[in-house]
């Protein structure tokens, strides 16, 4: 009898496990794949690996900017592979160490739900007082002409394989212009590749500020990316991708047109936990319909990010320990790690217009910041500020140029504090760094 039994070792799941036990509880986490979940071992970490080695060439071939010449710099892809391989073990392995300090038990193999108190695993059955559900999310793939065929050659990649690809491909055609689609399109783009991202939409970045978007764009295109925005995708096959009115050759093809819950293939239907647009359905402490089953991270659909999962799993946890804690989305960083990096937090323009919120907004261009002129050569990033009319609280930040990625946060303290535009100007930011855009942009308002 364990107190807590946890399918699924990502993000969610592995915290929840090593909370729970550092409290005290008995654990079993159960893993079909690889501690660390997708994010660890094919998402977050690998690519961010190679997207610094990426971010290194640049620098190499274009330090002239800066008056630093460097003369024959090469991108060994073989090496940069080998070199996140080598992160994902380490992180891996810290994992594990974390597992085994806190006394959970860790079995890898495939569960299979009996009920709300019994999992199978490995053809034993495990008995546990609740139940938190971690399995992740997957790939969607979608039913066009050849693409089942391609994914067996090899010809189509997920995320997952597009990561360990062995040679750098001359032709790459991305399919989807989110997230991971546009990360992968700024390495290979770096490494080599001509890039074409074709997006259904009639922007890239998704939910992404549309001016944010359209300076990441611009950015990309100088690059030599090329987009095809409101393009529909026919068929993918004979050595390129087809779409409505033309087609464009390729040697490879990234499929990444999103994500769906994983909520099949391990019993799930055994327990009556209810769903919701195919993800599980959960109250304000990822809690499902059935008393004693949570369930945290992409499987319940709200946002699939990591790092919501890690919150999502202390909530949980907390939860089962009876403290008073409660998820809250209302200050959810996103960030694309490309180069330039874009990073936003709240309303944008378009999300405030539709709730009926009146807004004030600033928006400065990032050369005010001193140390951004210092030490960056592309002029066009800028950082917006959303302001609430009413009460004068920050409810939205948006940024796109260097390290905007580490300077989020202060901004989800903004929103999830509720502070007026007078408090923020009272906060003193340390000079010179470029978060202080932030401090520029709500004294403009």
């Given at each position: 009898?364990?107190?807590?039994?946890?399918i699924?070792g990502?993000?969610g799941g592995?915290?929840?496990?090593?909370?729970?036990g550092?409290a005290?509880?008995?654990?079993l986490?159960?893993?079909?794949?690889?501690?660390?979940?997708?994010?660890?071992?094919?998402?977050?970490?690998?690519?961010?690996?190679?997207?610094?080695?990426?971010?290194?060439?640049?620098y190499?071939?274009?330090?002239e900017?800066?008056?630093?010449?460097?003369?024959?710099?090469?991108?060994d892809?073989?090496?940069?592979i080998?070199?996140?391989?080598?992160?994902?073990?380490?992180?891996?392995?810290?994992?594990?160490?974390?597992?085994?300090?806190?006394?959970?038990?860790?079995?890898?193999?495939t569960?299979?739900?009996?009920d709300?108190q019994?999992?199978?695993?490995?053809?034993?059955?495990?008995?546990g007082k609740?139940?938190?559900?971690?399995t992740?999310?997957?790939?969607?793939?979608?039913?066009?002409?050849?693409?089942?065929?391609g994914?067996?050659?090899?010809?189509?990649?997920?995320n997952?394989?597009i990561?360990?690809?062995?040679a750098?491909p001359k032709n790459?055609?991305?399919?989807?212009?989110?997230?991971?689609g546009?990360?992968m399109?700024?390495?290979?783009?770096?490494?080599g590749?001509?890039?074409?991202v074709?997006?259904?939409?009639?922007?890239?970045?998704?939910?992404?500020?549309?001016?944010?978007?359209?300076?990441?764009?611009?950015?990309?295109?100088?690059?030599?990316?090329?987009?095809?925005?409101?393009t529909?995708?026919?068929?993918?096959?004979?050595?390129?991708?087809?779409?409505?009115?033309?087609?464009?050759?390729?040697?490879?093809?990234?499929?990444?047109?999103?994500?769906?819950?994983?909520?099949?293939?391990?019993?799930?239907?055994?327990?009556?936990?209810?769903?919701e647009r195919g993800?599980?359905?959960?109250d304000?402490?990822?809690l499902?319909?059935?008393?004693?089953?949570?369930?945290?991270?992409?499987?319940?659909?709200?946002?699939?990010?990591?790092h919501?999962?890690?919150?999502?799993?202390?909530?949980?946890?907390?939860?089962?320990?009876?403290?008073?804690?409660?998820?809250?989305?209302?200050?959810?960083?996103?960030?694309?790690?490309?180069?330039?990096?874009?990073?936003?937090?709240?309303?944008?323009?378009?999300?405030a217009?539709?709730?009926g919120?009146?807004?004030?907004?600033?928006?400065?261009?990032?050369?005010?910041?001193?140390?951004?002129?210092a030490?960056?050569?592309?002029?066009?990033g800028?950082?917006?500020?959303?302001?609430?009319?009413?009460?004068?609280?920050?409810?939205?930040?948006?940024?796109?140029?260097?390290?905007?990625?580490?300077m989020?946060?202060?901004?989800?303290?903004?929103?999830?504090?509720?502070?007026?535009?007078?408090?923020?100007?009272?906060i003193?930011?340390?000079?010179?760094t470029?978060?202080?855009?932030?401090?520029?942009?709500?004294?403009?308002?």
């Open positions: 009898m364990f107190d807590v039994i946890v699924g990502g993000p592995y915290l929840a496990a090593e909370r729970a550092h005290g509880l008995s654990v986490l159960i893993e079909k794949r690889a501690l660390g979940g997708v994010c660890l071992n094919e998402g977050c970490i690998p690519s961010k690996a190679l997207l610094h080695s990426a971010k290194i060439y640049d190499a071939r274009h330090g900017a800066y008056g630093v010449s460097t003369k024959g710099a090469t991108l892809h073989t090496a940069v080998a070199r996140k391989n080598k992160v994902v073990q380490t992180l891996v392995a810290g994992v594990k160490a974390l597992m085994k300090a806190n006394k959970v038990k860790v079995i890898e193999g569960a299979a739900i009996m709300a019994h999992v199978k695993v490995n053809d034993v059955v495990h008995e609740r139940l938190i559900i971690a992740g999310s997957e790939p969607m793939i979608p039913p066009i002409d050849g693409v089942a065929e994914i067996k050659n090899g010809f189509v990649l997920t997952r394989e990561l360990d690809l062995p750098v790459l055609v991305v399919v989807g212009g989110g997230v991971i546009l990360e399109a700024s390495y290979f783009n770096s490494a590749s001509k890039v074409t074709i997006e259904m939409l009639p922007k890239i970045a998704g939910a992404t500020d549309a001016d944010i978007s359209t300076i990441l764009m611009d950015n990309y295109a100088k690059k030599g990316i090329e987009f095809k925005l409101n529909r995708v026919t068929a993918i096959k004979d050595g390129s991708v087809q779409f409505d009115g033309g087609k464009v050759p390729a040697d490879k093809v990234l499929l990444s047109i999103g994500r769906k819950a994983v909520t099949t293939g391990f019993g799930l239907e055994n327990t009556g936990v209810l769903l993800a599980i359905l959960t304000r402490h990822c499902t319909n059935i008393p004693n089953i949570y369930a945290v991270g992409d499987v319940n659909g709200k946002y699939m990010l990591a919501v999962a890690y919150r999502e799993a202390e909530v949980a946890v907390n939860h089962i320990l009876g403290k008073r804690d409660i998820m809250r989305y209302d200050a959810v960083p996103s960030v694309i790690y490309t180069s330039p990096e874009v990073a936003g937090v709240g309303e944008t323009e378009a999300t217009a539709e709730k919120i009146e807004y004030e907004v600033a928006q400065v261009p990032m050369m005010y910041s001193g140390r951004y002129v030490e960056n050569s592309v002029t066009d800028i950082c917006k500020v959303l302001v609430n009319k009413m009460d004068r609280t920050v409810i939205g930040v948006h940024m796109i140029g260097s390290y905007v990625s580490e989020i946060v202060s901004a989800c303290t903004m929103i999830e504090m509720q502070m007026r535009v007078e408090d923020v100007q009272e003193i930011f340390p000079h010179p470029v978060c202080e855009i932030m401090r520029e942009a709500v004294f403009k308002l």
